[in-house]
């Protein structure tokens, strides 16, 4: 996965870009603080000067009670506003963060599904959620900006007042400020390599743990199969690498900080050195001694200051132009050449599907796990799809419903490549009823129509929950369809047993009411009455509308139109249900093996 790296002026455009974009708030909270900080500093620069001024010329003292009043008004405000600034800035910031969240989480959500199984890919979104962190990427630049202003002002300003007087101190100030810089961006770079790209995966397998230890679903298996060794192993060795790694994290500082302190004591030497001389010499006042004590000093603490800066924005520029390029990734879909994924219009009164010499590898994979496939689904037609575990079923519905495109040959809808249509107005076309379904942590009337309250309509709700045959359990709740599912918001939320959740991923179908409806071993977890009544339930559904249909139960493929038997990737069968039979080739076989399974346990349950 080639990562594209930008240099860190441009990340930094990007994240006051990105900032701008989520509101200007943050940027108006920045100038404020960088220039009235910047205003209070100097004012304290130039206050011993002015001080030993009143004495060597002899002013009032009522000139200078006036003075002290005035100096310690504007401080006074300028403190003030400062602190209001800070305020805001905080407040502002949770906006813009939020307004971050949002991209990378639509990008999540829409990116290619064959990038959701690549552990690469999922680093990279690890990566980016690094840079939305407190203290990093975006909040770490953003709030270093208004010491970016107020330093910039500071060091132009005494570094103006500095070469008036001797450009020769000037630019060897400027010199070795360079050479801080240099040095911090050397071990700032450096770190990012060793240690924060190095951590990804373990934060991730981290965060999978944490996740997983916490997962209600989980909790079951973990206590059963006692795997809290497994987990307490696993847990061990991802932080003694995260040690090590940070140990080695902290002495390259310890050694960047050593080296950079060294540069600085040199420059100081070279300042004081010449204020020294200066006054050795007789060419300055003890009151302007004073001044460019106060200017030196803060030239020197603000360069030191401001190469941390430096180091840190460049640190916390890697990160975001890991997240920039995440919310930019291009997607293959598109990169499609011409033409492609751009069709929106669907609406099709019939539907015929047709794969030609379809062979098919996952990415990164070098074996075919479909191999070349013909095959025409015609309109209204029932195809079952089925062959022992790993034979390439799952695999096929992927391609038939674009979650993956062919790698050789074409699948075409209505004699178009599906390559040409539009993601998302394709995946409209399908209902899906999948074995492993996910519950969300929502209402259930939005776990069945993925739509907010105004735009559901909760009869369809109702009536799509009482088919699948799961509003008996629903209406037993006074919250009804508005019942949480999961713990995870509400305490009273229900959880769904796996039947249950079957009948949810069937209530979900039945809202879509999608004119292609996908089976992909729906009644694996279902007891044999609740089977029967979803069966049912499928041919109902079904009738005038493609259906694709996954089963082991090979007695339940009899309704369908055509069979297609997969082997190792293969259609080594098709036909219907008595013309396999009577070819007798392999599903008879598998079918005979049921059936007389079947019977033994007729004859166990009725003996
Ligand atoms: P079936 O549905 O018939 O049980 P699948 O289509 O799920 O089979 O899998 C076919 C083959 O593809 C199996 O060998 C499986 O290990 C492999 N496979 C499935 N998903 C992936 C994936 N995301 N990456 C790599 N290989 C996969």
């Not at 106060?294 to 030239?299: E, P, Q, T, Y």
């Not at 062979?359 to 022992?388: E, Q, R």
């Not at 005038?544 to 038997?565: E, P, V, Y």
């Not at 219907?576 to 079947?598: C, D, I, P, R």
Request: aromatic fraction near 14%.
């Amino acid at each position: 996965m080639k990562i594209k790296q930008h240099g860190l002026i441009s990340n930094f455009i990007y994240a006051w870009k990105m900032s701008i974009k989520g509101g200007k708030g943050v940027l108006v909270a920045t100038l404020f603080i960088g220039i009235f900080q910047a205003m209070n500093a100097l004012v304290w620069v130039y206050a011993p000067k002015w001080i030993v001024s009143f004495v060597e010329k002899h002013y009032s003292v009522t000139k200078f009670v006036w003075f002290t009043v005035l100096v310690c008004a504007v401080l006074f405000i300028s403190n003030a506003l400062n602190r209001y600034g800070y305020t805001k800035l905080d407040y502002e910031f949770v906006k813009t963060n939020a307004f971050l969240e949002r991209l990378r989480m639509r990008k999540m959500f829409k990116t290619d599904f064959k990038n959701m199984e690549n552990p690469d890919f999922l680093d990279f979104g690890q990566k980016a959620k690094n840079a939305l962190y407190q203290g990093n990427g975006f909040h770490g630049v953003l709030y270093e900006s208004h010491n970016i202003i107020s330093n910039s002002i500071i060091i132009i300003f005494s570094s103006v007042m500095i070469g008036i007087r001797n450009i020769w101190v000037l630019i060897a100030i400027l010199f070795m400020a360079i050479i801080v810089g240099y040095i911090l961006g050397w071990f700032g770079k450096r770190d990012k390599i060793k240690f924060q790209d190095v951590m990804a995966p373990t934060n991730r397998k981290l965060n999978y743990l944490e996740r997983t230890s916490k997962n209600f679903d989980f909790a079951k298996d973990i206590r059963l199969f006692n795997m809290s060794g497994v987990f307490k192993r696993e847990f061990a060795v991802l932080n003694n690498f995260f040690f090590k790694k940070n140990r080695q994290h902290h002495n390259r500082w310890i050694i960047g900080a050593l080296c950079m302190e060294s540069v600085l004591l040199s420059e100081t030497l070279v300042m004081y050195g010449w204020l020294v001389w200066s006054v050795l010499k007789g060419e300055m006042a003890i009151s302007d001694l004073l001044l460019f004590i106060g200017l030196v000093n803060s030239l020197h603490r603000n360069i030191g200051f401001m190469s941390w800066i430096y180091s840190a924005v460049k640190t916390n520029t890697l990160m975001i132009n890991d997240y920039r390029e995440f919310v930019n990734w291009k997607e293959d879909s598109e990169s499609f050449a011409e033409g492609e994924g751009v069709e929106k219009n669907l609406d099709f009164d019939s539907y015929e599907f047709k794969f030609e010499n379809v062979s098919f590898k996952y990415p990164g994979h070098d074996n075919y796990v479909l191999k070349n496939i013909n095959l025409t689904i015609k309109n209204d037609s029932k195809l079952a799809v089925v062959g022992i575990n790993g034979a390439g079923k799952t695999t096929l519905i992927k391609l038939i419903m674009k979650l993956y495109n062919p790698t050789e040959g074409r699948i075409l809808l209505n004699g178009r490549d599906l390559r040409d249509f539009d993601r998302d107005e394709y995946f409209k076309l399908f209902s899906p009823v999948f074995q492993n379904i996910e519950c969300f942590a929502l209402p259930i009337f939005e776990n069945v129509s993925f739509e907010v309250e105004e735009e559901t309509d909760m009869d369809k709700v109702t009536s799509a929950l009482d088919r699948s045959g799961l509003l008996e359990k629903i209406d037993m709740y006074d919250a009804g369809i508005r019942v949480n599912l999961l713990k995870i918001f509400d305490e009273k939320g229900i959880d769904l047993s796996g039947g249950e959740k079957q009948k949810l991923a069937l209530a979900r179908a039945l809202y879509k009411d999608a004119p292609i409806v996908i089976l992909d071993e729906p009644t694996a977890a279902l007891d044999a009455l609740a089977e029967d009544r979803m069966y049912r339930e499928f041919n109902n559904m079904v009738k005038n509308k493609i259906a694709i249909f996954i089963s082991h139960r090979l007695g339940s493929t009899r309704f369908c139109d055509q069979i297609a038997m997969f082997k190792e990737g293969e259609i080594v069968e098709l036909g219907t249900h008595s013309e396999l039979l009577e070819k007798n080739g392999e599903y008879a076989e598998m079918f005979n093996v049921q059936s007389s399974y079947y019977k033994d346990e007729e004859v166990i349950s009725h003996g």
